[in-house]
């Protein structure tokens, strides 16, 4: 077992990943937005993916990378750094072609740029303080401050329609994170009486030390809004209908940052709080309530996915679908189901990021983004089909691609904690998704059109995109380059 890492190293590497992005934003702040300045986001994401990589490699073997009673990183963080850090690159080197478009074509000016610079690393920063937090107030306000940068990028266009998602997105999320933090709040107020004041009462570690102690009406209560509040933000029933609006009005980059980043870190928090809350109330009552949320969640996306006809709102349904399933696995909550939860996490991140920046660069060739007008788009523009069909394949579970290694674990998971039924409903409606998808993308990618052919995929943009889809597919090949890392990670919150 590694050594736990302390003092001023490891105040380096968890500041490093917060630091960096900070810089990024403050520059672009100072100078405006040019592409010599907006590099320094991709180099601020690249940072967060070598301190998640270099943090795996000691959090593996049970290390812990700790700055004081507030940072830490442990494997489960260090995973979620290096999801991250991988989406961050994809989203941020997309970004750079596309807010050059858009000065381009007058869509936006040099004011909406810069705020465009500052508020992505802005956002990045947020969601790395979330997942290296100790302190569970602290998580929540990173959360929330991720919901007030956001809003604004949503936005970002101006129009009609961008401002409507907004003020949906932020009336929806601002309900989820009050009843989030008043859960928050009642986890303190059974800390105090519990007696636990070492650290502070919201001290992740020393809450999990002592969660028996915690009291189980209370914190029934306390979980219960928990799962409300958070799952608003991982995009669950019943407060999820900000999602499709935010993913499809808000530019592509950031839409492959909600979905392959944040809606993951609401997860994050639910999966931290879920260990504290089985020792506290019993794991009957928190996998009941995680299995109905998930279940209700997946129902619904399945149904509106084969209603879709708008191809960006239909993979922002499929974000409710995988999070859904990986909520499942949280609720299932043994170790192979939470490893088989971060390993869908990462794939589903890096695909969902590659699928996002890919439809944005579908939208600035073809102007719409109905499915039915855009026909026969792997003879008009093969490397940008490509890409996207293969994407869609890694999205589908489709092998040798990780999510389905992941699912199948899931699967697994479910028959081993006698929980088949659940594993049953989930093949499903995969099944019925899988479907779905593919006769809507047969048409877009593979119909007839009368339509020439569009201009080539930016090398700055496909090089990223091509990354990810191959990690996705080694990752569902062999398991070294994560396997000690998600079972290190799985038995941190993972019960048996």
């Known amino acids: 077992m590694t050594a736990d890492l302390t003092g001023g190293a490891a105040l380096l590497l968890v500041a490093a990943p917060i630091a960096a992005p900070l810089l990024a934003a403050g520059a672009t702040l100072l100078m405006g937005w040019r592409r010599s300045v907006a590099v320094g986001t991709v180099a601020a994401a690249t940072v967060v993916l070598t301190v998640g990589v270099g943090t795996a490699v000691w959090t593996a073997d049970g290390g812990i990378v ?3 009673n507030w940072l830490r990183i442990d494997a489960l963080s260090g995973l979620m750094l290096i999801v991250i850090g991988a989406v961050g690159v994809i989203a941020t080197c997309s970004g750079l072609g596309y807010i050059a478009d858009e000065l381009d074509a007058g869509h936006t000016d040099a004011t909406g740029a810069r705020r465009y610079g500052v508020l992505v690393p802005l956002f990045i920063a947020a969601m790395v303080l979330a997942v290296v937090a100790n302190n569970l107030g ?11 940068v956001t809003a604004f990028l949503v936005g970002h266009r101006r129009t009609k329609q961008s401002l409507e998602a907004t003020w949906k997105y932020v009336v929806i999320c601002s309900v989820g994170i009050a009843l989030a933090y008043l859960g928050t709040v009642l986890v303190n107020y059974a800390a ?21 102690d915690l009291d189980p009406g209370v914190m029934r209560l306390a979980f219960a809004l928990l799962v409300l509040g958070f799952g608003t933000k991982a995009g669950l029933m019943p407060l999820h209908s900000w999602l499709p609006d935010a993913h499809s009005q808000a530019p592509a980059p950031v839409s492959a940052l909600m979905s392959g980043v944040l809606l993951p870190v609401a997860i994050y928090a639910l999966a931290r709080y879920r260990v504290i809350a089985v020792a506290s109330v019993g794991a009957g009552f928190v996998r009941g309530l995680l299995i109905a949320v998930a279940l209700a969640s997946l129902l619904l996306a399945v149904g509106l996915i084969i209603a879709q006809r708008d191809y960006k709102r239909l993979l922002a349904y499929s974000s409710i679908e995988h999070m859904a399933i990986a909520a499942i696995g949280v609720a299932i909550g043994t170790p192979l189901a939470i490893a088989a939860v971060l390993l869908h996490i990462v794939g589903h991140g890096l695909g969902k990021a590659v699928l996002f920046c890919g439809a944005g660069e579908i939208l600035a060739r073809e102007g719409t983004t109905r499915i039915d007008q855009v026909r026969g788009l792997l003879l008009r523009a093969p490397m940008l089909a490509g890409v996207f069909a293969v994407g869609l394949a890694a999205l589908l579970g489709l092998p040798p691609f990780s999510l389905f290694v992941s699912e199948i674990g899931l699967i697994r ?3 081993a904690a006698e929980l088949g039924w659940v594993a049953a409903a989930v093949l499903v409606l995969l099944l019925v998704v899988f479907i779905a998808i593919v006769a809507k993308a047969a048409g877009l990618l593979l119909g007839t059109s009368t339509a020439g052919p569009t201009g080539a995929l930016r090398v700055s943009t496909a090089a990223p995109l091509l990354a ?10 062999v398991d070294w380059p994560l396997g000690r890392l998600l079972q290190a990670a799985g038995t941190i919150v993972g019960t048996r």
């Open 138 to 148: 602290l998580l929540w306000a990173a959360v929330e401050a991720t919901t007030i």
């Open 192 to 212: 105090k009486h519990a007696g636990i004041t070492e650290h502070g009462t919201l001290d992740w570690t020393q809450l999990v030390a002592h969660a028996g």
């Open 413 to 415: 998971a479910g028959f």
């Open 66 to 68: 700790a700055a004081g």
């Open 468 to 477: 990810g889809l191959g990690i996705v597919a080694v990752l569902g090949i």
